[in-house]
């Protein structure tokens, strides 16, 4: 802060930052859903959960593995925008109980730092199921992962606005912990 670092106006705790992000976790199942209900002849009736009149989801080791596996691929792309993620000592890659995570400390621009925030939701949520709607390839298990990685985008999607409104456009932004500061570049 001695710097000239400024604090982001954002939620103090995970649990608060999780009830916030809700809204974005249905605007952004919303854009999915619209993408492959407009580009595509995929029926909700192909959803592999519905049958009838009711649904069914089995919990077992096969959606556990499809839960991990939506955590992995969505942490992989936050992490190759990182700048020199290869060789870089300021990267931490973890898995807890409720998430998987890639944070670093780097001073990132403010587009870089959009970039490595959204990146996940528009490649896995966005241009993916639009690729698959147009070569007809989307199935209801493959709409399950698009539709979870939509949801799990919804803390990303609501960071982006948090740095949208609160960080002017030739600032830099860096992590300190959990807490996300920016100062103007110099």
């Known amino acids: 802060m001695n710097d000239g670092w400024k604090p982001l106006k954002e939620p103090k705790s995970l649990t608060n930052a999780m009830l916030l992000s809700m809204p974005f976790m249905v605007i952004n199942a919303l854009l999915s859903f619209g993408i492959i209900y407009f580009f595509s002849s995929f029926s909700i009736k192909q959803f592999t959960f519905f049958t009838g009149d009711s649904i069914i989801i089995t919990i077992d080791i096969g959606l556990i593995i499809v839960l991990l596996s939506v955590l992995i691929v969505h942490e992989f792309?936050?992490?190759?925008?990182?700048?020199?993620?290869?060789k870089s000592k300021d990267i931490i890659i973890g898995l807890t109980f409720l998430a998987a995570?890639?944070?670093?400390?780097q001073t990132l621009t403010k587009a870089r730092?959009?970039?490595?925030?959204v990146a996940p939701f528009l490649i896995l949520s966005i241009l993916f199921p639009l690729i698959l709607c147009i070569s007809g390839l989307l199935t209801g298990k493959v709409l399950f992962f698009i539709i979870l990685n939509s949801l799990g985008s919804?803390?990303?999607?609501?960071?982006?606005?948090?740095?949208?409104?609160?960080v002017p456009n030739k600032a830099l932004l860096r992590n300190n912990g959990?807490?996300?500061y920016w100062k103007l570049e110099s």
């Open 101 to 105: 995570f890639v944070h670093t400390e």
């Open 113 to 117: 730092y959009i970039l490595i925030l």
């Open 154 to 166: 919804s803390l990303d999607i609501m960071g982006l606005f948090l740095v949208l409104f609160q």
């Open 178 to 180: 959990t807490r996300t």
């Open 77 to 86: 792309f936050h992490l190759i925008f990182i700048p020199n993620f290869l």
